[in-house]
Protein backbone atom coordinates (compact mmCIF):
# COMPACT_ATOMS: atom_id res chain seq x y z
CA UNK A 1 0.00 0.00 0.00
CA UNK A 2 3.27 2.51 0.67
CA UNK A 3 4.78 1.96 -2.46
CA UNK A 4 1.05 2.34 -4.01
CA UNK A 5 0.87 5.47 -2.21
CA UNK A 6 4.01 6.92 -3.35
CA UNK A 7 3.49 6.21 -7.12
CA UNK A 8 0.77 8.79 -6.63
CA UNK A 9 2.28 10.67 -4.77
CA UNK A 10 5.09 10.73 -7.37
CA UNK A 11 2.75 11.65 -10.18
CA UNK A 12 0.97 14.37 -8.45
CA UNK A 13 3.77 16.34 -6.88
CA UNK A 14 6.04 15.04 -10.03
CA UNK A 15 7.05 17.36 -12.67
CA UNK A 16 3.84 17.17 -14.96
CA UNK A 17 1.19 18.07 -12.83
CA UNK A 18 1.23 19.74 -9.60
CA UNK A 19 4.11 21.78 -9.66
CA UNK A 20 4.11 23.32 -13.04
CA UNK A 21 0.37 24.02 -12.27
CA UNK A 22 1.18 25.50 -9.17
CA UNK A 23 4.26 27.43 -10.68
CA UNK A 24 2.05 28.75 -13.57
CA UNK A 25 -1.17 29.95 -11.91
CA UNK A 26 1.44 31.71 -8.97
CA UNK A 27 2.89 33.63 -12.05
CA UNK A 28 -0.04 34.02 -14.26
CA UNK A 29 -2.10 36.02 -11.29
CA UNK A 30 1.32 37.50 -10.80
CA UNK A 31 0.93 39.61 -13.76
CA UNK A 32 -2.94 40.15 -14.02
CA UNK A 33 -2.79 41.60 -10.76
CA UNK A 34 0.64 43.57 -11.17
CA UNK A 35 2.43 42.01 -9.10
CA UNK A 36 0.23 42.41 -5.91
CA UNK A 37 2.50 40.72 -3.56
CA UNK A 38 5.22 42.98 -4.31
CA UNK A 39 3.51 46.56 -4.32
CA UNK A 40 1.49 46.14 -1.34
CA UNK A 41 3.15 43.81 1.04
CA UNK A 42 3.70 46.85 3.46
CA UNK A 43 0.77 48.34 3.52
CA UNK A 44 -0.73 44.53 4.17
CA UNK A 45 1.17 43.70 7.09
CA UNK A 46 0.16 47.03 8.59
CA UNK A 47 -3.42 46.47 7.97
CA UNK A 48 -3.08 43.08 9.49
CA UNK A 49 -0.74 43.89 12.50
CA UNK A 50 -1.62 47.41 13.24
CA UNK A 51 -4.65 48.92 12.04
CA UNK A 52 -8.35 46.98 13.32
CA UNK A 53 -10.59 49.41 12.28
CA UNK A 54 -12.84 46.95 10.14
CA UNK A 55 -13.57 44.46 12.64
CA UNK A 56 -15.53 47.36 14.49
CA UNK A 57 -17.71 47.90 11.23
CA UNK A 58 -17.92 45.02 9.00
CA UNK A 59 -19.87 41.65 8.95
CA UNK A 60 -17.61 38.84 9.87
CA UNK A 61 -16.81 36.38 12.88
CA UNK A 62 -13.36 37.31 13.48
CA UNK A 63 -10.49 40.24 12.95
CA UNK A 64 -7.80 40.06 10.34
CA UNK A 65 -5.74 39.76 12.74
CA UNK A 66 -7.17 36.85 14.16
CA UNK A 67 -7.81 35.19 10.63
CA UNK A 68 -4.79 35.32 9.67
CA UNK A 69 -3.85 34.18 13.27
CA UNK A 70 -5.89 30.85 12.33
CA UNK A 71 -4.12 30.86 9.10
CA UNK A 72 -0.78 30.98 10.25
CA UNK A 73 -1.51 28.34 13.10
CA UNK A 74 -2.61 25.84 10.21
CA UNK A 75 0.74 26.56 8.02
CA UNK A 76 3.31 27.12 10.42
CA UNK A 77 3.51 23.63 12.16
CA UNK A 78 5.71 20.78 11.64
CA UNK A 79 6.30 21.57 7.79
CA UNK A 80 8.17 24.71 9.20
CA UNK A 81 10.54 21.97 11.09
CA UNK A 82 10.42 19.00 9.16
CA UNK A 83 9.52 20.02 5.95
CA UNK A 84 12.51 22.44 5.25
CA UNK A 85 14.61 19.59 6.43
CA UNK A 86 13.29 17.05 4.20
CA UNK A 87 13.59 19.52 1.05
CA UNK A 88 17.09 20.05 2.19
CA UNK A 89 17.77 16.54 2.47
CA UNK A 90 15.98 15.06 -1.08
CA UNK A 91 17.01 18.07 -2.74
CA UNK A 92 20.10 19.76 -1.19
CA UNK A 93 20.52 23.30 -0.43
CA UNK A 94 19.01 24.26 -3.69
CA UNK A 95 15.83 23.22 -2.51
CA UNK A 96 15.36 26.46 -0.37
CA UNK A 97 15.45 28.48 -3.02
CA UNK A 98 13.09 27.23 -4.72
CA UNK A 99 10.85 27.08 -1.49
CA UNK A 100 11.02 30.93 -1.96
CA UNK A 101 9.91 31.17 -5.43
CA UNK A 102 6.76 28.52 -4.39
CA UNK A 103 6.13 31.58 -1.60
CA UNK A 104 6.56 34.29 -4.07
CA UNK A 105 4.61 33.65 -6.95
CA UNK A 106 2.35 31.56 -3.92
CA UNK A 107 1.13 35.01 -2.78
CA UNK A 108 -0.09 35.38 -5.53
CA UNK A 109 -2.46 32.49 -5.71
CA UNK A 110 -3.07 33.47 -1.53
CA UNK A 111 -4.58 36.32 -2.04
CA UNK A 112 -6.44 35.80 -5.12
CA UNK A 113 -8.22 32.97 -3.05
CA UNK A 114 -8.68 34.52 -0.04
CA UNK A 115 -10.00 37.42 -2.08
CA UNK A 116 -12.69 34.77 -3.70
CA UNK A 117 -13.54 33.31 0.10
CA UNK A 118 -14.70 36.81 1.41
CA UNK A 119 -16.05 37.47 -2.28
CA UNK A 120 -18.70 34.44 -2.26
CA UNK A 121 -18.71 33.82 1.66
CA UNK A 122 -22.28 32.91 2.94
CA UNK A 123 -23.91 32.85 6.29
CA UNK A 124 -25.20 29.75 7.50
CA UNK A 125 -27.98 28.51 9.46
CA UNK A 126 -26.21 29.54 13.04
CA UNK A 127 -25.86 33.03 11.91
CA UNK A 128 -21.94 32.57 11.07
CA UNK A 129 -20.15 33.29 8.21
CA UNK A 130 -19.21 30.31 5.94
CA UNK A 131 -16.93 30.44 2.71
CA UNK A 132 -13.99 28.87 0.80
CA UNK A 133 -13.17 27.08 -1.95
CA UNK A 134 -16.14 24.65 -0.84
CA UNK A 135 -18.40 27.26 -1.77
CA UNK A 136 -17.03 29.86 -4.10
CA UNK A 137 -16.04 27.10 -7.01
CA UNK A 138 -19.54 27.40 -7.26
CA UNK A 139 -20.94 29.98 -6.78
CA UNK A 140 -18.19 31.47 -9.34
CA UNK A 141 -18.32 28.88 -11.95
CA UNK A 142 -21.90 28.51 -12.06
CA UNK A 143 -22.45 25.15 -14.19
CA UNK A 144 -21.65 21.53 -12.99
CA UNK A 145 -17.93 22.19 -13.68
CA UNK A 146 -17.75 24.56 -10.41
CA UNK A 147 -20.24 22.42 -8.61
CA UNK A 148 -18.12 19.03 -9.44
CA UNK A 149 -14.98 21.15 -8.44
CA UNK A 150 -16.38 22.73 -5.50
CA UNK A 151 -17.36 18.92 -4.05
CA UNK A 152 -14.23 17.84 -5.09
CA UNK A 153 -12.45 19.91 -2.82
CA UNK A 154 -14.70 19.69 0.18
CA UNK A 155 -13.85 15.66 0.30
CA UNK A 156 -10.43 16.34 -0.43
CA UNK A 157 -10.22 18.93 2.29
CA UNK A 158 -12.22 16.47 4.77
CA UNK A 159 -9.90 13.65 4.41
CA UNK A 160 -6.58 15.98 4.68
CA UNK A 161 -7.67 17.45 7.86
CA UNK A 162 -7.21 14.22 9.54
CA UNK A 163 -3.82 13.59 7.86
CA UNK A 164 -1.88 16.65 7.43
CA UNK A 165 -3.78 19.11 10.32
CA UNK A 166 -4.62 16.04 12.58
CA UNK A 167 -2.77 12.68 13.12
CA UNK A 168 0.57 13.80 11.58
CA UNK A 169 0.81 16.48 13.86
CA UNK A 170 0.09 14.46 17.32
CA UNK A 171 1.74 12.20 16.47
CA UNK A 172 5.07 14.59 16.04
CA UNK A 173 3.94 16.70 19.42
CA UNK A 174 4.29 12.82 21.18
CA UNK A 175 7.48 11.68 19.08
CA UNK A 176 9.39 14.96 20.29
CA UNK A 177 8.31 14.61 23.63
CA UNK A 178 9.00 11.09 24.16
CA UNK A 179 12.67 11.34 22.91
CA UNK A 180 13.27 14.62 24.20
CA UNK A 181 11.40 14.16 28.04
CA UNK A 182 10.65 10.69 27.81
CA UNK A 183 7.11 11.34 28.11
CA UNK A 184 4.67 8.79 27.46
CA UNK A 185 3.57 8.79 23.89
CA UNK A 186 -0.30 7.81 24.88
CA UNK A 187 -0.39 10.44 27.65
CA UNK A 188 0.55 13.13 25.54
CA UNK A 189 -1.91 12.05 22.55
CA UNK A 190 -4.80 12.16 25.43
CA UNK A 191 -3.87 15.96 26.97
CA UNK A 192 -3.50 16.85 23.19
CA UNK A 193 -7.02 15.22 22.83
CA UNK A 194 -8.53 16.79 25.44
CA UNK A 195 -7.48 20.29 25.02
CA UNK A 196 -8.28 20.17 20.95
CA UNK A 197 -11.94 19.16 22.01
CA UNK A 198 -12.22 22.13 24.89
CA UNK A 199 -11.42 25.10 22.36
CA UNK A 200 -13.38 23.33 19.28
CA UNK A 201 -16.91 23.62 21.06
CA UNK A 202 -16.16 27.00 21.09
CA UNK A 203 -16.29 27.25 17.37
CA UNK A 204 -14.10 30.12 15.00
CA UNK A 205 -14.11 32.93 17.71
CA UNK A 206 -12.38 30.08 20.54
CA UNK A 207 -10.16 29.10 17.73
CA UNK A 208 -9.12 32.53 16.41
CA UNK A 209 -9.02 33.78 20.60
CA UNK A 210 -6.34 30.69 21.41
CA UNK A 211 -4.42 30.91 17.95
CA UNK A 212 -3.93 34.42 18.34
CA UNK A 213 -2.34 34.41 21.40
CA UNK A 214 -0.33 31.13 20.61
CA UNK A 215 1.10 32.10 17.32
CA UNK A 216 3.08 35.18 17.84
CA UNK A 217 4.57 33.90 20.44
CA UNK A 218 5.62 30.64 19.33
CA UNK A 219 6.97 32.50 15.86
CA UNK A 220 9.08 34.82 18.51
CA UNK A 221 10.20 32.27 20.16
CA UNK A 222 11.47 29.68 17.24
CA UNK A 223 12.90 32.65 15.46
CA UNK A 224 14.70 33.91 18.54
CA UNK A 225 16.32 30.83 19.35
CA UNK A 226 16.81 30.18 15.20
CA UNK A 227 18.91 33.99 15.31
CA UNK A 228 21.35 33.32 18.31
CA UNK A 229 22.59 30.25 16.07
CA UNK A 230 23.17 32.36 13.20
CA UNK A 231 24.71 34.97 15.50
CA UNK A 232 27.42 32.48 16.71
CA UNK A 233 27.84 31.04 13.24
CA UNK A 234 27.75 34.38 11.65
CA UNK A 235 30.42 33.14 8.97
CA UNK A 236 28.76 30.51 7.26
CA UNK A 237 25.58 33.04 6.47
CA UNK A 238 27.15 34.15 3.23
CA UNK A 239 28.51 30.48 2.32
CA UNK A 240 25.11 29.01 2.76
CA UNK A 241 22.84 31.54 1.02
CA UNK A 242 25.70 30.56 -2.07
CA UNK A 243 24.72 27.28 -1.70
CA UNK A 244 21.16 28.05 -2.26
CA UNK A 245 21.46 29.94 -4.92
CA UNK A 246 24.10 27.74 -6.75
CA UNK A 247 23.05 24.41 -6.12
CA UNK A 248 19.15 25.67 -7.33
CA UNK A 249 20.75 25.46 -10.75
CA UNK A 250 23.67 23.20 -10.97
CA UNK A 251 22.31 20.50 -8.19
CA UNK A 252 24.35 18.53 -5.25
CA UNK A 253 27.48 16.71 -5.31
CA UNK A 254 27.51 13.84 -2.79
CA UNK A 255 29.06 14.79 0.50
CA UNK A 256 29.27 13.18 3.68
CA UNK A 257 26.24 11.67 4.35
CA UNK A 258 24.42 13.13 1.50
CA UNK A 259 23.77 11.17 -1.48
CA UNK A 260 23.45 14.23 -3.99
CA UNK A 261 20.76 15.65 -6.02
CA UNK A 262 20.16 17.08 -9.66
CA UNK A 263 18.09 20.54 -9.93
CA UNK A 264 14.93 18.38 -10.67
CA UNK A 265 15.42 17.10 -7.55
CA UNK A 266 16.18 20.34 -6.17
CA UNK A 267 12.91 21.97 -7.77
CA UNK A 268 10.37 18.91 -7.12
CA UNK A 269 11.23 18.98 -3.25
CA UNK A 270 11.72 22.57 -3.14
CA UNK A 271 7.94 23.69 -4.28
CA UNK A 272 6.38 20.46 -2.96
CA UNK A 273 7.64 21.11 0.80
CA UNK A 274 6.89 24.71 0.07
CA UNK A 275 3.64 24.28 -0.57
CA UNK A 276 3.17 21.85 2.46
CA UNK A 277 4.56 24.20 4.46
CA UNK A 278 2.39 27.71 3.28
CA UNK A 279 -0.39 26.18 1.65
CA UNK A 280 -0.57 28.74 -1.34
CA UNK A 281 -2.72 27.28 -4.02
CA UNK A 282 -4.33 24.88 -1.81
CA UNK A 283 -7.23 26.68 -0.63
CA UNK A 284 -7.37 26.15 2.64
CA UNK A 285 -6.66 30.03 3.68
CA UNK A 286 -9.81 30.86 1.92
CA UNK A 287 -11.98 29.32 4.14
CA UNK A 288 -10.64 31.49 7.71
CA UNK A 289 -10.23 34.66 5.43
CA UNK A 290 -14.00 34.02 4.68
CA UNK A 291 -14.70 34.92 8.35
CA UNK A 292 -12.59 38.00 8.92
CA UNK A 293 -14.55 41.21 9.83
CA UNK A 294 -13.66 43.29 6.90
CA UNK A 295 -15.01 46.01 4.47
CA UNK A 296 -13.99 44.47 1.02
CA UNK A 297 -12.71 41.36 -0.57
CA UNK A 298 -9.40 42.74 -1.45
CA UNK A 299 -8.29 43.91 2.31
CA UNK A 300 -8.74 40.57 3.61
CA UNK A 301 -7.13 39.32 0.63
CA UNK A 302 -4.12 41.31 1.11
CA UNK A 303 -3.91 40.33 5.01
CA UNK A 304 -3.91 36.76 4.28
CA UNK A 305 -1.20 36.95 1.18
CA UNK A 306 1.12 38.13 4.05
CA UNK A 307 0.83 34.89 5.33
CA UNK A 308 3.13 32.92 3.13
CA UNK A 309 5.62 35.64 3.22
CA UNK A 310 5.68 34.79 7.21
CA UNK A 311 5.66 31.26 7.07
CA UNK A 312 8.04 30.62 4.14
CA UNK A 313 10.39 33.73 3.50
CA UNK A 314 10.91 34.36 7.46
CA UNK A 315 10.49 30.92 8.98
CA UNK A 316 10.73 28.24 6.74
CA UNK A 317 13.84 30.39 5.74
CA UNK A 318 15.22 30.47 9.62
CA UNK A 319 15.32 26.70 9.55
CA UNK A 320 16.86 26.37 6.44
CA UNK A 321 19.77 28.70 7.27
CA UNK A 322 19.89 26.78 10.42
CA UNK A 323 20.47 23.73 9.60
CA UNK A 324 23.11 24.70 6.48
CA UNK A 325 25.43 27.07 8.61
CA UNK A 326 25.79 24.67 10.93
CA UNK A 327 26.12 22.19 8.09
CA UNK A 328 24.63 19.27 9.78
CA UNK A 329 22.72 18.97 6.12
CA UNK A 330 25.83 16.93 4.93
CA UNK A 331 25.21 14.37 7.92
CA UNK A 332 21.96 11.90 6.05
CA UNK A 333 19.55 13.14 8.51
CA UNK A 334 16.20 14.08 8.02
CA UNK A 335 13.13 15.53 8.44
CA UNK A 336 12.64 17.32 12.34
CA UNK A 337 15.50 15.49 13.66
CA UNK A 338 17.52 17.28 11.02
CA UNK A 339 16.33 20.61 12.31
CA UNK A 340 17.26 19.40 16.04
CA UNK A 341 20.63 18.23 14.80
CA UNK A 342 21.29 22.23 13.56
CA UNK A 343 19.81 23.57 16.78
CA UNK A 344 21.79 21.15 19.05
CA UNK A 345 25.11 21.77 17.15
CA UNK A 346 24.87 25.68 16.94
CA UNK A 347 23.65 26.11 20.66
CA UNK A 348 26.13 25.16 23.68
CA UNK A 349 24.89 22.49 25.45
CA UNK A 350 21.62 20.43 25.16
CA UNK A 351 19.43 23.75 24.28
CA UNK A 352 18.86 22.52 21.02
CA UNK A 353 16.73 19.98 21.30
CA UNK A 354 14.66 21.36 23.71
CA UNK A 355 14.40 24.19 22.13
CA UNK A 356 12.79 22.30 18.54
CA UNK A 357 10.89 19.76 20.81
CA UNK A 358 8.88 22.81 22.64
CA UNK A 359 8.86 24.91 19.27
CA UNK A 360 7.30 21.28 17.69
CA UNK A 361 4.71 21.27 20.54
CA UNK A 362 3.38 24.97 19.96
CA UNK A 363 3.34 24.81 16.04
CA UNK A 364 1.76 21.33 15.79
CA UNK A 365 -0.99 21.88 18.47
CA UNK A 366 -1.87 25.41 16.57
CA UNK A 367 -1.78 23.29 13.19
CA UNK A 368 -4.36 20.76 14.33
CA UNK A 369 -6.83 23.53 15.76
CA UNK A 370 -6.50 25.32 12.45
CA UNK A 371 -7.12 22.11 9.99
CA UNK A 372 -10.15 21.29 12.42
CA UNK A 373 -11.50 24.40 11.35
CA UNK A 374 -10.97 23.95 7.69
CA UNK A 375 -12.34 20.29 7.83
CA UNK A 376 -15.41 21.28 9.84
CA UNK A 377 -16.22 23.75 7.22
CA UNK A 378 -16.33 20.97 4.29
CA UNK A 379 -17.69 18.25 6.60
CA UNK A 380 -20.71 21.26 7.03
CA UNK A 381 -20.45 21.80 3.03
CA UNK A 382 -20.95 17.75 2.67
CA UNK A 383 -22.95 16.47 5.49
CA UNK A 384 -24.89 20.00 6.64
CA UNK A 385 -25.05 21.56 10.48
CA UNK A 386 -26.00 18.51 12.50
CA UNK A 387 -22.73 16.85 11.31
CA UNK A 388 -20.42 19.44 12.75
CA UNK A 389 -20.69 18.22 16.31
CA UNK A 390 -19.62 14.62 15.61
CA UNK A 391 -16.81 16.12 13.06
CA UNK A 392 -15.42 17.96 16.57
CA UNK A 393 -15.55 15.05 18.60
CA UNK A 394 -14.35 12.08 15.93
CA UNK A 395 -11.35 15.00 15.27
CA UNK A 396 -10.43 15.33 18.95
CA UNK A 397 -10.60 11.26 19.18
CA UNK A 398 -7.99 11.20 15.78
CA UNK A 399 -5.95 13.38 17.42
CA UNK A 400 -5.07 10.77 20.61
CA UNK A 401 -4.56 7.81 17.47
CA UNK A 402 -2.25 9.87 15.87
CA UNK A 403 -0.01 9.89 18.67
CA UNK A 404 0.03 6.66 19.20
CA UNK A 405 0.36 5.06 15.81
CA UNK A 406 3.25 4.72 13.30
CA UNK A 407 2.21 7.06 10.55
CA UNK A 408 4.28 6.15 7.41
CA UNK A 409 1.28 5.47 5.36
CA UNK A 410 -0.47 9.00 6.86
CA UNK A 411 2.46 11.02 5.76
CA UNK A 412 2.07 9.80 2.07
CA UNK A 413 -1.60 9.99 2.31
CA UNK A 414 -1.29 13.81 3.48
CA UNK A 415 0.23 14.51 1.23
CA UNK A 416 -2.05 13.02 -1.88
CA UNK A 417 -5.00 15.02 -0.56
CA UNK A 418 -2.91 18.46 -0.06
CA UNK A 419 -2.74 17.86 -3.79
CA UNK A 420 -6.24 16.85 -4.25
CA UNK A 421 -7.33 19.63 -2.83
CA UNK A 422 -4.89 22.26 -4.68
CA UNK A 423 -6.53 20.92 -7.85
CA UNK A 424 -9.62 21.81 -8.05
CA UNK A 425 -8.88 25.34 -6.75
CA UNK A 426 -6.32 26.15 -8.96
CA UNK A 427 -8.33 25.46 -11.59
CA UNK A 428 -11.06 27.44 -10.19
CA UNK A 429 -8.02 30.68 -10.11
CA UNK A 430 -7.38 30.58 -13.25
CA UNK A 431 -10.93 30.43 -14.60
CA UNK A 432 -11.77 33.69 -12.16
CA UNK A 433 -8.96 35.34 -12.61
CA UNK A 434 -10.53 37.90 -14.45
CA UNK A 435 -13.23 38.60 -12.25
CA UNK A 436 -10.32 38.82 -9.53
CA UNK A 437 -8.16 40.91 -11.57
CA UNK A 438 -10.59 43.55 -12.28
CA UNK A 439 -12.78 43.99 -9.02
CA UNK A 440 -8.88 44.21 -7.19
CA UNK A 441 -7.63 47.32 -10.22
CA UNK A 442 -10.95 48.75 -9.47
CA UNK A 443 -10.78 48.67 -5.04
CA UNK A 444 -6.77 49.50 -5.22
CA UNK A 445 -7.42 52.99 -7.56
CA UNK A 446 -9.17 54.22 -4.40
CA UNK A 447 -7.53 52.82 -1.74
CA UNK A 448 -4.13 52.28 -2.76
CA UNK A 449 -2.51 52.39 0.77
CA UNK A 450 -5.59 50.59 2.37
CA UNK A 451 -5.89 54.16 4.84
CA UNK A 452 -9.12 55.31 2.91
CA UNK A 453 -11.37 52.57 3.42
CA UNK A 454 -14.16 53.93 1.14
CA UNK A 455 -17.86 53.13 1.91
CA UNK A 456 -17.87 50.15 -0.47
CA UNK A 457 -19.03 47.04 1.00
CA UNK A 458 -21.42 44.96 -1.23
CA UNK A 459 -19.73 42.60 -3.06
CA UNK A 460 -20.62 44.04 -6.66
CA UNK A 461 -19.65 47.09 -6.18
CA UNK A 462 -17.02 47.83 -8.91
CA UNK A 463 -18.91 50.18 -10.74
CA UNK A 464 -19.13 52.45 -7.90
CA UNK A 465 -15.09 52.06 -6.88
CA UNK A 466 -14.73 52.87 -10.70
CA UNK A 467 -16.58 56.38 -10.22
CA UNK A 468 -15.37 57.41 -7.01
CA UNK A 469 -11.69 56.24 -8.15
CA UNK A 470 -12.56 58.93 -11.31
CA UNK A 471 -13.77 61.37 -9.18
CA UNK A 472 -10.67 61.23 -6.67
CA UNK A 473 -8.36 61.21 -9.63
Same mark, same amino acid.
Given at each position: ????????????????????????????????????????????????????????????????????????????????????????????????????????????????????????????????????????????????????????????????????????????????????????????????????????????????????????????????????????????????????? !?????? /???? *???? $? %?? &??? @? =?? #?????????????????????????????????????????????????????????????????????? !?????? /???? *???? $? %?? &??? @? =?? #????????????????????????????????????????????????????????????????????????????????????????????????????????????????
Amino acid at each position: MLEILNQIDGIIWGPFVLIPLLLGTGIWLTARLGGVQFTKLAPALRLAFLRRADAKEEQGDVSHFHALSTALAATVGVGNIAGVATAIHLGGPGALFWMWISAIFGMAAKYSEAFMGVRFRTVDARGEINGGPQHYLAKAIPNKLGLGLSLFFAVAASIAAFGIGNMTQSNSVAAALHTTFGLNTAVVGAVLAVLTAVVLLGGIKSISNVTALMVPIMIIFYLVAGFVVLSINWQGILPALGLVF !TDAFTG /TAAV *GGFT $G %AV &VAQ @A =IQ #FGIARGIFSNESGMGSAAIVAAAAKTKHPVRQGLVSMTQTFIDTIIVVSMTGLVILTTGVWRNGATGAAL !TAEGFS /TGLP *GTWG $G %AI &VSI @A =IV #FFAYSTILGWAYYGERNIERLLGLRAVVWYRVLFSAVVFVGATVELDLVWTFSDIANGLMALPNLVGLLICSGLIARETKAYLAVDPTLEHEPPVSTLDGVAELESLAGARS
